[in-house]
């Protein structure tokens, strides 16, 4: 396990489709955020999972998004009706405990046409 | 609100040079903090965290300080070398939160050769 991976690294759709994205994290991390990033911004946080229960969701995630991670493992997060305001990169990150380093992915692009 | 924000947005520096990053915090309760580097099109990447019971850390050609009083934080670089280039962002974290980090906007590192 060399880190946290995301596919796909890049997505374009057309505006009103859905998309879904893939967070691998580091195998034995119990915790996995996903953050939103705007260009330069700083990443902004959408959601958090300790374990399978998603304990925390931001007012950013708005009820076009839904986040799983159904087995406590790896975790979708899922735009409906995208919109051209969705374009960013999503990162995700995972981490053993609060507190205590946090890995990110790579990200996935998203572009919104 | 809580916020993170830094003092510069961009810092321009000869190759060689010491690098002085700075970022100033407003939540007291914070208690944990993160330096991350992050290149064009990746992932933040990891450089080196403090926790509050601290006032200085070192790494590898890089000192993270804490200023508590003045909730001031900030990165130095030493002999900093082309590939030091990106955008550098300072996160903090509060033991009472889920865990989330909350991040500045993030500062341009531009390393002249």
């Known amino acids: 396990d060399t880190g946290v991976s995301q596919n796909p690294r890049h997505k374009i759709t057309k505006r009103g489709q859905n998309v879904t994205f893939r967070c691998d994290p580091i195998s034995e991390h119990n915790r996995l955020y996903w953050y939103r990033q705007t260009l330069g911004q700083g990443p902004e946080f959408l959601t958090y999972f300790q374990n399978e229960a998603q304990l925390e969701k931001s007012r950013l995630l708005s009820d076009r998004f839904s986040a799983e991670r159904p087995k406590g493992s790896f975790s979708t997060l899922e735009i409906q009706r995208t919109e051209q305001g969705d374009s960013a990169m999503y990162l995700c990150a995972s981490t053993y405990r609060a507190g205590d380093g946090y890995t990110f992915g790579s990200g996935t692009r998203l572009t919104v046409v | 609100g809580e916020s993170v924000g830094l003092h510069l947005p961009t810092l321009s520096v000869q190759e060689g040079d010491n690098s002085i990053i700075n970022c100033a915090y407003s939540n007291s309760a914070s208690d944990y903090f993160i330096w991350y580097k992050q290149e064009s099109g990746k992932g933040p990447q990891f450089i080196i965290d403090i926790r509050s019971n601290m006032d200085k850390r070192q790494g590898q050609r890089v000192t993270v300080l804490l200023n508590k009083t003045v909730k001031h934080l900030s990165l130095q670089i030493a002999a900093t070398q082309p590939g030091d280039s990106a955008v550098y962002f300072c996160?903090?974290?509060?033991?009472?939160?889920?865990?989330?980090?909350?991040f500045g906007k993030g500062t341009k590192l531009s390393v002249k050769p």
């Open positions: 996160a903090e974290n509060n033991r009472g939160s889920q865990g989330n980090l909350i």
